[in-house]
């Protein structure tokens, strides 16, 4: 699905009007997910009358207000509107995790012939790997409302995997796995450096020789000392 989007922008319905438009935004905030495609425009009465139902429906999957976790579910506008202006007061009412191509993008026009998009409003349910689930879901999504979400969950043949309750679309960099031991050692050598400024002195390690009372201390913690005779503190 994310090649869909191959060398393009996508565009976050929110204040900010965030840009997703490097390869790996794109897999972080598509892959393993089920794609809607809303074809639409603000002008369109039946598109007036169904964006409300769409909201709610994409809502009640998605935000944390009604759900523990958000469902694996992604919204891309594919505006049909005649002007920009259009555009924006139309999507000015709905959710700030839809997403949007800009309104210059000609791949607008290309994916409307290429799912033989007509009367809108028409809403693709695309697979991850971009294969059709339903090439017109309006109705369904009318009759059955969020309930048909785990249709198309099952179709598609998701991963399930705990999402964050509230996924966003911030710039958040992808880690490493070794990014939490370098964030460990990180701190542990600056608490070390400011040991040292304070005057400190580092302790040496002290293991017990294994009799009560009595503890060595190991001048080399890589050398292993040698047999303890009877009396106490001596060496052989």
């Not at 809108?120 to 971009?130: D, I, K, Y």
């Not at 294994?210 to 001596?234: D, S």
């Amino acid at each position: 699905m994310v090649s869909l989007f191959t060398g393009k922008t996508l565009i976050v319905n929110n204040q900010d009007r965030d840009e997703l438009d490097t390869e790996r935004e794109l897999i972080r905030v598509l892959e393993n997910k089920v794609l809607l495609l809303f074809f639409g425009a603000g002008t369109c009465p039946r598109c007036q009358a169904f964006a409300p139902v769409l909201k709610e429906f994409f809502v009640r999957l998605t935000d944390e207000f009604y759900v523990e976790r958000a469902s694996q579910l992604i919204l891309v506008y594919v505006s049909l509107d005649e002007s920009e202006e259009e555009q924006d007061e139309f999507l000015r009412r709905m959710p700030k995790r839809w997403l949007l191509l800009p309104f210059q993008d000609e791949l607008r026009r290309e994916l409307a012939l290429r799912f033989a998009v007509q009367n809108p409003p028409a809403v693709v349910v695309l697979e991850p790997n971009g294969e059709v689930i339903a090439s017109n879901a309006v109705d369904e999504i009318r009759s059955l409302g969020p309930s048909c979400f785990k249709n198309w969950q099952e179709a598609a043949e998701l991963v399930d995997r705990s999402f964050r309750l509230a996924e966003d679309f911030d710039n958040v960099a992808m880690r490493s796995f070794s990014d939490p031991i370098r964030r460990l050692k990180y701190k542990l050598d600056k608490k070390e450096a400011a040991g040292r400024e304070n005057g400190e002195e580092e302790e040496i390690p002290r293991r017990s020789s294994g009799k009560k009372g009595l503890r060595r201390e190991w001048p080399n913690p890589g050398v292993l000392p040698l047999k303890v005779t009877g009396q106490a503190g001596c060496w052989e």
